[in-house]
Nanobody, 125 residues
Framework: QVQLVESGGGLVQAGGSLRLSCAASGTTFSNYGMGWFRQVPGNQREFLAAISAGGGRATHYKASVKGRFTISRDNAKNTVAPQMNNLKLDDSGVYFC?????????????????WGQGTQVTVSS
């Protein structure tokens, strides 16, 4: 069983930056592709970024965050972290990290096996 705990959310002004973190336990972290998703009330979780297993050579981003978000992983610390810059009002939502056993780092939420509880990000004007 994999446990994922997100942290780093909060209130930030538009144009500002946040760095989220997701700590994993209960598994060999480096074997898992890791993804980040965002959910706002009334909507499904939407893909933001993902990183492949192992050294994380492959990363994938939603078009609207590419160039603003950078995902990285530290297998020694069992963490995955998106650095989010130039945040916009519609970046607000609950951010979830997820782990998937294929190692690819999919953009599809249904490919992920484990999810964290989420951390709230609110971008204000």
């Amino acid at each position: 069983q994999v446990q994922l705990v997100e942290s780093g959310g909060g209130l930030v002004q538009a144009g500002g930056s946040l760095r989220l973190s997701c700590a994993a336990s209960g598994t060999t972290f480096s074997n898992y592709g890791m993804g980040w998703f965002r959910q706002v009330p009334g909507n499904q979780r939407e893909f933001l970024a993902a990183i492949s297993a192992g050294g994380g050579r492959a990363t994938h981003y939603k078009a609207s965050v590419k160039g603003r978000f950078t995902i990285s992983r530290d297998n020694a610390k069992n963490t995955v972290a998106p650095q989010m810059n130039n945040l916009k009002l519609d970046d607000s939502g609950v951010y979830f990290c997820a782990a998937e056993g294929s190692g690819y780092g999919s953009f599809r939420a249904d490919q992920y096996d484990y999810w964290g509880q989420g951390t709230q990000v609110t971008v204000s004007s």
